[in-house]
């Protein structure tokens, strides 16, 4: 009985053995062909709810230009390469799943041909045959179950392609990296302890550790009484935008927030004053030069420490869809604000007698983006925000647009 199982296995497994170089070719071609169509779909999918987010962000432009037509024309093409991307993807799996299919029949009408043979010619009973026709489907179903798993997985890879671009993307790392690195050439070399670590971040993983350990001494020093004892100085500041590097927007700027006054940026539109805001909120770090805190440069402080030294209120602030009342609060997000705190801030805003003025006081809901406020309420809602947060550093970007 041995000896006809072992044969059976021999004409079933021999195909396998002999084709293995060539299935593994096979692998490598279907993972290179099928990785982009997976990967395209994917970015398909992604472009249909850009468009929609855009549209719905931007709403109010849309229907004062009457741009209506033109937002379905671009979400219908969206939708249309989504659709031949999604045939595409179809057209892949369903080759694959022929492919299989044609494969397993082959393998049973072989077991069969070649079994029936044998049970004739007596070399085998009738109920082996029959086990083993069983077992075969058993093993079919699994093999066919492997590879849906499988080509399910390529598009898992596709997608954690995306989300690590995305997340690479961030230059956090990269700007601490960069001002530290520079403040450390800069050190002069006498210190023995500064050698030691320096010759110990020689591989570029050891640095990035290292950084950040530096990141973490230098905001244990007190970040918030340099910012509000000391000045905010740009110092030879260059920038340029990331998506448009070869504009330069600041050259050279060098500029000195004298701490416990007010300076006023004054100058046309375009001139870079709101990005100067940007720096100094530090949603982007300088091209080149730095910005000082009581002489620190600001790149050795955690980003998340420096927002709680920096209250901004933007040119066009966005409000969340909760309570005039709840908005306020979210200048201090972590904190349980109470209602006279609020007031407080509202009233130092000259928001207040608005606010009361509204059908549920600070209850009334803002609605979408603040949608239900006009601009220069919205503002002051955001200036209260900042006033209730009581950082060293207030930033006020064109806020009397509205007012
Ligand atoms: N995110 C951005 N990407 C590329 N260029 C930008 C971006 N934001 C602003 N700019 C450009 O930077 C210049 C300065 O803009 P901005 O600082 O907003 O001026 P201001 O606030 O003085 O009116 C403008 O020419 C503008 O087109
Ligand atoms: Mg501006």
């Keep these: 009985m041995r000896s006809h199982w072992n044969n059976i296995h021999t004409f079933f497994f021999i195909p396998t053995t002999g084709t293995h170089s060539g299935c593994s070719d096979a692998c490598t071609v279907y993972k290179r ?195 509000w004892s000391g000045d905010i100085c740009l110092e030879d500041v260059y920038f340029s935008y990331p998506l448009r590097p070869d504009v330069e927007i600041l050259n050279g700027l060098n500029l000195r927030l004298k701490c416990g006054t007010v300076t006023a940026l004054v100058g046309p539109s375009g001139a870079g004053k709101s990005t100067v805001v940007q720096l100094l909120s530090r949603f982007y770090e300088p091209t080149r030069g730095c910005i000082t805190v009581a002489g620190e440069d600001v790149r050795t402080f955690d980003k998340s420490e420096w927002a709680q030294v920096v209250s901004i209120v933007n040119q066009e602030p966005v409000l969340f869809s909760v309570s005039v009342g709840e908005n306020i609060a979210y200048g201090l997000p972590d904190e349980d604000v109470s209602k006279e705190d609020v007031i407080k801030a509202a009233k130092a805003a000259n928001a207040h007698d608005f606010i009361i003025s509204l059908p549920q006081g600070y209850d009334t809901l803002v609605g979408e983006r603040g949608g239900l406020l006009s601009g220069g309420q919205r503002q002051r809602i955001a200036i209260a925000q900042a006033l209730l947060k009581n950082a060293p550093i207030l930033i006020l970007d064109e806020v009397l647009l509205f007012v």
Excluded: W
């Excluded at 962000?57 to 379905?72: D, L, N, P, Y």
């Excluded at 694959?96 to 029936?116: F, K, M, Q, W």
């Excluded at 069983?134 to 890879?157: H, K, W």
């Design 33 to 227: 062909s099928t990785l982009p169509v997976f990967k395209a779909h994917g970015m398909a999918q992604a472009s249909i709810s850009d468009c929609v987010t855009e549209t719905f962000s931007a709403i109010r432009t849309v229907r004062s230009f009457g741009g209506e037509k033109r937002q379905m024309f671009s979400f219908a093409s969206q939708v249309l390469s989504f659709q031949s991307s999604g045939i595409k993807l179809a057209s892949f799996k369903s080759a694959n799943e022929s492919l299989t299919r044609v494969a397993v029949y082959i393998s049973l009408t072989a077991l069969y041909v070649l079994g029936g043979s044998k049970v004739k010619a007596g070399e085998l009973s009738v109920g082996t045959m029959a086990s083993f026709i069983g077992y075969t489907f058993t093993l079919t179903f699994a093999v066919q179950g492997l590879v849906n798993t499988f080509g399910d997985l390529r598009g898992t890879l596709a997608a954690v392609e995306r989300i690590n671009s995305v997340l690479s993307g961030a230059p956090v790392d990269d700007a601490l990296a960069y001002g530290l690195e520079r403040e450390l050439k800069q050190k002069t070399m006498d210190d023995e302890s500064y050698k030691l670590v320096l010759s110990n971040i020689s591989t570029e993983n050891n640095q990035k550790n290292y950084l950040h350990y530096m990141s973490a001494l230098k905001t244990s020093s007190n970040l918030c009484n340099l910012a």
